[in-house]
T-cell receptor, first 113, second 111 residues
Framework: NAGVTQTPKFQVLKTGQSMTLQCAQD?????MYWYRQDPGMGLRLIYY???????DKGEVPNGYNVSRLNKREFSLRLESAAPSQTSVYFC????????????FGDGTRLSIL | RKEVEQDPGPFNVPEGATVAFNCTYS??????FFWYRQDCRKEPKLLMS???SGNEDGRFTAQLNRASQYISLLIRDSKLSDSATYLC????????????FGAGTQVVVTP
């Protein structure tokens, strides 16, 4: 049982390049999330999808877009990467929002030069 | 003011000792509470949920104090493998309710 799978695990981009981070879960969860984590800071929510077909902005959405492709997959796109987007990105899923804990993928380490 | 606040530590704990730390939250309507552990910038992993009456999972005990709006985690008989950052997680309190993560408390267990 893979849980939440993220690809790629590492990526280096140049400023202005674009890329898509992929996330898939096999737990039949309704809700999915994208976070970033920077040194000394907690996880910050970028975007989330409460259920298939819906997406909403989180705390730090600027510079990102998302697509909930189907129930399993939730992708995060950087259209024009900036050095400030250097971070570790985590995807998570939960059975539903609210009272349920989230399960995390093992992260994407992204560096923007 | 941050919605979820934690002492960053580090808490340096001799092996076999007990360590406890708290987390305060600002939203009195919050309904769900969790402790996660995170190792060296790896993914956060659910340690335990926190229930109103308090709950225990092996050497770990979690308590909730709604009146003072804090949750606590106590680790007994600390093991070297308990060295990690412990994240306090609280839901927003709305009907759907996104989770709010604290920045974490670092625990270092020494031989």
């Amino acid at each position: 049982n893979a849980g939440v799978t993220q690809t790629p695990k590492f990526q280096v981009l140049k400023t202005g390049q674009s890329m898509t981070l992929q996330c898939a879960q096999d737990m039949n969860h309704n809700s999915m999330y994208w976070y970033r984590q920077d040194p000394g800071m907690g996880l910050r929510l970028i975007y989330y999808s409460a259920s298939e077909g819906t997406t909403d902005k989180g705390e730090v959405p600027n510079g990102y877009n998302v697509s909930r492709l189907n129930k399993r997959e939730f992708s995060l796109r950087l259209e024009s990467a900036a050095p400030s987007q250097t971070s570790v990105y985590f995807c998570a899923s939960s059975e539903d929002g609210g009272v349920n804990p989230q399960h995390f993928g093992d992260g994407t380490r992204l560096s923007i030069l | 003011r941050k919605e979820v606040e934690q002492d960053p530590g580090p808490f340096n704990v001799p092996e076999g000792a007990t360590v406890a730390f708290n987390c305060t939250y600002s939203n009195s309507a919050s309904q769900s509470f969790f402790w996660y552990r995170q190792d060296c910038r790896k993914e956060p992993k659910l340690l335990m949920s926190v229930y109103s009456s308090g709950n225990e999972d092996g050497r770990f005990t979690a308590q909730l104090n709604r009146a003072s709006q804090y949750i606590s985690l106590l680790i007994r008989d600390s093991k070297l493998s308990d060295s990690a950052t412990y994240l306090c997680v609280v839901n927003e309190g709305t009907s759907w309710g996104k989770l709010q993560f604290g920045a974490g408390t670092q625990v270092v267990v020494t031989p």
